[in-house]
């Protein structure tokens, strides 16, 4: 069956821009989550979404950053007026409900901003 | 909140021994250890987990051990093989909210 899949795969933008990443969990899973991995290193908490109940947004680094789940499936990440820190591997993840589940990644979208 | 240490940060080991990687966590509450592979351009896979009531599991090649007391867990590869070439993370939580280790290198060298 489909895994989960990220677009764009790589995305170049300039400094101030805006962009959009998009995450399409498996169907059927419940819970996503954000993650965002720098270069060489391991993985930082972003967001998470459960069904219906309110994200936990405690890992987004500043209010630069916002993320939305519409019909409790297709996932947006949104990153405003990038900065040149921003650039980084940004990886979705999915799984049948939340706590103890096994997460299942996608590919990621790397993103450089110049 | 919770802290995963995990070591070595790269590790070379020759084709057919056997690799140990090593994390210690901080919060006694945590009761869920899963190991994730990364293999280069990829997102990370599990590979094995482990829940706080039992010590050890295997699968294959694969064992992961726990210890609750010291808390610490480990990853056992044994046989190595080029395809074990990669990037592996530890993680742990209580809850929904994985914390991860900075990751492990493994090299093996034919």
């Known amino acids: 069956g489909a895994g989960v899949s990220q677009s764009p795969s790589n995305k170049v933008t300039e400094k101030g821009k805006d962009v959009e990443l998009r995450c399409d969990p498996i169907?059927?899973?419940?819970?996503l989550y954000w993650y965002r991995q720098s270069l060489g290193q391991g993985l930082e908490f972003l967001i998470y979404?459960?069904?219906?109940?309110?994200?936990?947004k405690s890992g987004l680094p500043s209010d630069r950053f916002s993320a939305e789940r519409t019909g409790g499936s297709v996932s947006t990440l949104t990153i405003q007026r990038t900065q040149q820190e921003d650039s980084a591997v940004y990886l979705c993840?999915?799984?049948?409900?939340?706590?103890?589940?096994?997460?299942?990644f996608g590919p990621g979208t790397r993103l450089l901003v110049l | 909140g919770e802290n995963v240490e995990q070591h070595p940060s790269t590790l070379s080991v020759q084709e057919g021994d056997s690799a140990v990687i090593k994390c210690t966590y901080s919060?006694?509450?945590?009761?869920?250890f899963p190991w994730y592979k990364q293999e280069l351009g990829k997102g990370p896979q599990l590979i094995i987990d482990?829940?706080?009531n039992v010590g050890e599991k295997k699968d294959q090649r694969i064992a992961v051990t726990l210890n609750k007391t010291a808390k610490h867990f480990s990853l056992h590869i044994t046989e190595t093989q080029p395809e074990d070439s990669a990037v592996y993370f530890c993680a742990a939580s209580r809850n929904y909210q994985l914390i991860w280790g900075a990751g492990t290198k493994l090299i093996i060298k034919p």
């Open positions: 169907s059927g899973h419940t819970a």
């Open positions: 979404f459960q069904g219906n109940s309110a994200p936990d």
């Open positions: 993840a999915s799984s049948f409900q939340g706590a103890g589940e096994t997460q299942y």
């Open positions: 919060d006694s509450a945590s009761n869920y």
């Open positions: 482990i829940r706080s």
